[in-house]
């Protein structure tokens, strides 16, 4: 049995679009052109209604003084030969005087074919004087003609009247209609061009600019010429250049970070093996360790392995920034005095060096993660240690202030500083990883770890304040779990 023919589909309809240049130049080009000529256009009518109505008006004045001739003739008679040439030469084939009511005819011509059509220059309304040309320019007829009634300028009469052939006001007008249509697309084109040379070199000119390095810059992000250096101009323009210029140094910033953070996640998940292979020989060590019965052995073993349970547990999660995202927390109320302590222990704050001073009660408690509030408090007093030790010609002794208080149901842990403070480039970049740190060599990835992790709880950490005197850091967790029943004892700074 033979296939069924298959039903073809129906064609696809095409939209039809008028022709429009894609380009902004060509745009703005016909544009003002088309504005210019469109604003001529509003132009024309009343030019070719003055232009009527000033050849109507001289027709007019030429058969006045034409009938000056019959006043001076002998028994005010004109031959009929002398009649012609005063017609003619007026370009008129009849003129009419009204005096005290009374209208004599003065000068006549052959007689008319057809009934002429009136215009009366002595009143005329905005709308028909407007419409008076057009009428001229597409009434048709051989023969027509047009009587005009206006007021006299030389004779003493009500009104002076004329009767003219209409072929040669309409010639004369097509003629003026021509003349204005050719200044008019003159000056359209040369206003076109003059507008189109100014927005190129002010708008169209550096838009292409701003185009070509915003393609050079997604084509190739490292490539110098896609660098946009901003012109200084005040207007919109030099602001997008600006912003454009900031937009590409923050995107690199971010393409870097992006990077590093990749090579770290391979880096991490290569070492992850034998990192574990080594922290589990030295979990092993430990607990032979343990069979020791040496005091100072048993008074370090548990720090020791707490810091190796610690290690196993980071290198099996592959953390350190290696993930794109922290295990979630913990969460639950914990004393901060022994934690404080065993951070500052790894951070290796000291009598002898940087050293503690801790303001908290020993039944202050915090709602956290001990493990993450471990690595947040641990990276804070590492980062203060490090920016003491690496200022340049100190010689007072470096102190890091722990203080904390309950502010509106949560918990606000301040770490203050005598250090050398937070260069302002570095401020605005400090929370994002390979991008804040200030110090040479570092990485920059302590306070962005220490950052996520204060979000992940709910709450936040943020530079409060900085300067020559030093910086503190606030760290708010969300909630806040009443005091221990303890005796209130000062802690003592280490």
């Known amino acids: 049995m033979a296939d069924a023919p298959q039903p073809q589909a129906p064609p696809r309809r095409t939209r039809r679009r008028f022709f429009w240049p894609g380009g902004l130049s060509a745009r703005l080009l016909i544009l003002t052109i088309l504005f210019v000529a469109s604003a001529g256009a509003l132009v024309l009518p009343p030019a070719l ?69 009136l215009v009366d220059l002595r009143d005329q309304a905005p709308v028909s004087w407007l419409s008076a040309p057009f009428q001229t320019l597409m009434g ?31 010639r004369e007008l097509t003629r003026y209609l021509w003349q204005l249509l050719l200044v008019m697309a003159f000056v359209s084109l ?14 169209v000119r550096p838009m292409q600019r701003i185009t070509h390095a915003m ?29 454009l210029d900031l937009m590409q140094a923050d995107l690199r910033v971010a393409l870097n970070s992006r990077a590093r953070l990749a090579a770290l996640g391979e880096a991490v998940a290569k070492i992850n093996h034998d990192l574990r292979n080594m922290l589990t020989s030295a979990q092993i ?50 004393p901060f005095a022994p934690a404080l302590e065993m951070a500052a222990e790894e951070a290796r704050l000291s009598a002898d060096g940087v050293r503690l001073q801790a303001e908290i009660d020993p039944a202050d408690q915090v709602t ?13 007093l590492r980062n203060a240690r490090e920016a003491i030790e690496a200022q340049d010609g100190r010689t007072a002794p470096g102190v890091v202030t722990v203080s904390l208080s309950q502010v509106d149901g949560a918990t606000l842990i ?5 250090g050398p403070g937070v260069s302002k480039r ?45 910086s503190v850091f606030e760290l708010r967790l969300p909630g806040a779990p009443p005091r221990r029943k303890a005796k209130r004892v000062r802690a003592k700074s280490s």
Do not use: C
């Open 190 to 203: 040369m206003a076109g061009i003059l507008v189109y040379l100014s927005l190129a070199f002010f708008l």
């Open 414 to 418: 301040r770490f203050s500083d005598n």
């Open 215 to 243: 393609e050079r810059f997604r084509a190739d992000p490292d490539d110098p010429a896609s660098h946009l250096d901003p012109s200084g101009r005040r207007d919109e323009i030099g602001r997008a250049e600006v912003e």
């Open 368 to 380: 956290a993660d001990p493990d993450q509030l471990h690595r947040i408090v641990a990276n804070l």
């Open 285 to 334: 060590a430990s607990e032979r360790l343990a069979a020791s019965r040496d005091p100072k052995v048993a008074q370090a073993l548990p720090r020791l392995e707490r810091a190796l349970d610690r290690a196993v547990k980071l290198a099996t999660d592959v953390l350190v920034y290696g993930k794109t995202q922290e295990a979630a927390p913990d969460i639950g109320a914990l």
């Open 49 to 117: 209604a003055a232009f009527e109505e000033q050849w109507l008006l001289d027709r007019v004045r030429a058969a006045e003084l034409a009938t000056i001739a019959p006043d001076v003739a002998p028994d005010r008679v004109v031959s009929e030969a002398l009649a012609a040439q005063l017609l003619e030469g007026a370009g008129v084939q009849r003129v009419a005087i009204q005096t005290e009511g009374m209208r004599r005819l003065v000068l006549q011509g052959p007689k008319l074919e057809r009934a002429p059509y």
């Open 426 to 470: 570095a401020q605005d970049r400090i929370f994002q990883p390979f991008a804040g740190s200030s110090r040479p060599g570092g990485a920059g990835l302590g306070l962005a770890i220490a950052r996520e992790l204060a979000q992940g709880h709910g709450g936040d950490l943020v530079l409060a304040q900085t300067g020559d005197q030093g």
């Open 140 to 170: 048709g007829g051989e023969g027509r003609m047009v009587r005009v009634i206006a007021e006299p300028r030389i004779r003493k009469a009500d009104f002076i009247e004329i009767v003219a052939p209409d072929a040669v006001l309409k």
